[in-house]
């Protein structure tokens, strides 16, 4: 599963580009990778680990400012197609998955 944060937030002042910073370093650190300029992207291995990490994007919100949530299976992930420059370009790596037996 992963889990997908959309964001536009206002940098008019310096107190705003403070609260955007602030929320970009957050995602950050809970383990989110940019994917686009303001699209962030995380892997989770279960429903309950992402509903875990949009708790912790919720509590990071700014103020201001939009923010969406999306959460999308590997599956659904995997059909994305991504081109730069007219030509295709590889999916980010997808952690492997624990087989246990």
């Not at 992963?2 to 206002?10: A, K, Q, S």
């Not at 008019?12 to 940019?34: I, P, Y």
């Not at 994917?35 to 201001?64: T, W």
């Not at 999308?72 to 246990?100: C, W, Y």
Request: aromatic fraction near 12%; hydrophobic fraction near 45%; charged fraction near 25%.
């Amino acid at each position: 599963m992963w889990v997908m944060v959309f964001y536009d937030l206002p940098m008019d002042t310096k107190s705003l580009v403070k609260a955007a910073t602030k929320f970009r370093k957050g995602l950050e650190k809970d383990g989110f990778n940019l994917f686009q300029f303001s699209i962030y992207i995380r892997h989770c291995d279960s429903r309950e680990n992402a509903s875990v990490h949009i708790g912790r994007v919720k509590a990071l919100m700014p103020k201001y400012g939009s923010v969406a949530l999306m959460t999308v299976t590997d599956k659904q992930f995997g059909a994305i197609e991504l081109f730069n420059d007219r030509k295709v370009k590889e999916l980010p790596d997808q952690p492997l998955q624990l087989s246990l037996f």
